[in-house]
């Protein structure tokens, strides 16, 4: 049986782990950038996607 190259591992890992930092990074100072009003995130959550009082 071959031996487990856990240094390998470990090295995936911290990369999955960086960039998923970075993204949350990106995403966050996207929204401190994005002007007040366009947030429409979080005004789409309180509806349900085939809600009949939900504007067109």
Do not use: C, H, S, W
Not at 17 to 36: F, G, Q, S, T, V
Request: hydrophobic residues 25%.
């Amino acid at each position: 049986m071959p031996k487990r190259n856990y240094q390998f591992e470990k090295r995936q890992k911290d990369l999955a782990k960086k960039a998923k930092r970075e993204e949350k990074r990106l995403k966050r100072l996207d929204r401190a950038n994005r002007p007040e009003g366009e947030d429409g995130e979080i005004a789409d959550v309180d509806q349900a996607p085939g809600d009949p009082n939900q504007p067109v």
